[in-house]
């Protein structure tokens, strides 16, 4: 089974350029939106339910680049909050997989350590099963500790969302005269954030050709550069991703 941190071998050329790149400016930030698996699915005429197992070791794939790379921090958008409104039985295989994996990466707590992986969940966790509550609960809690590879994985998750109950916190904080409504700023507008602690991306990259951020970090985003890929996240390769 694949997993969040499996081994990927390098080619001797792709050894040697990244070294090459490394010995320049690396990004320390990337967030993808690895789009496409319903419709690679479709291309190939296969079940949407292979089509997002695809997509997820492909997912672990690129993570791997990342590391490799000395990028620092990677975010993935996996789940939006208007995926729930996609049909039951896929909506209950996407919550399988979410669950298998962190039980998965629960069992592979050493292999955490090694790499000094610190994983963080943004998004409204409370629409998710408790199961899966209490297996995010733990890694986050079990990880907080590292700090050289932060994989931050935005699950139940829309921008809109977050930066409403920003607002909502605030708002409840100025009628209990926790602040004054001077207080409201960016800074306490940005500590109000599920995503408190993320750095804003550096660079922000969408696979399968679609040119939209479908409400993904609006609020971080601002000055990231953005890459629209044609290709389907399943079929990103690493030279693909070294040229952005």
């Known amino acids: 089974m694949t997993t969040l941190f499996q081994k990927h071998e390098r080619t001797w050329l792709e050894r040697i350029v990244i070294r090459i790149l490394k010995q320049g400016v690396i990004p320390k930030h990337i967030a993808f939106i690895m789009d496409g698996n319903r419709r690679f699915a479709e291309k190939l005429n296969i079940k949407k339910m292979i089509g997002h197992s ?4 492909k997912l672990t794939e690129t993570l791997s680049w990342c590391r490799d790379l000395g990028i620092t921090q990677a975010t993935l958008y996996t789940f939006s909050i208007e995926n729930f409104k996609r049909p039951k039985e896929e909506v209950d295989y996407l919550m399988d997989l979410f669950r298998i994996q962190t039980k998965k990466v629960i069992e592979e707590m050493s292999k955490i350590k090694q790499h000094e992986t610190c994983i963080r969940i943004y998004g409204n966790i409370h629409l998710l099963p408790i199961d899966i509550q209490q ?5 986050v809690i079990e990880t907080a500790k590292f700090d050289k590879f932060y994989l931050n994985i935005c699950f139940a998750y829309t921008a809109r969302e977050e930066i409403n109950n920003a607002f909502i916190d605030l708002q409840q904080c100025v009628e209990n005269h926790i602040i004054e409504p001077s207080d409201i700023n960016h800074t306490t507008i940005t500590n109000a954030m599920y995503s408190l602690g993320l750095n804003d991306p550096d660079i922000l990259i969408r696979t399968s050709g679609e040119m939209r951020l479908s409400d993904f970090l609006l609020w971080q985003s601002s000055f990231s550069t953005i ?3 044609m290709h389907y996240g399943q079929s990103l390769l690493f030279g693909i991703f070294l040229l952005q």
Request: hydrophobic share 65%.
């Open 135 to 139: 297996n995010i609960a733990r890694l």
């Open 227 to 229: 890459f629209f890929l």
């Open 54 to 57: 695809k997509g997820f070791a």
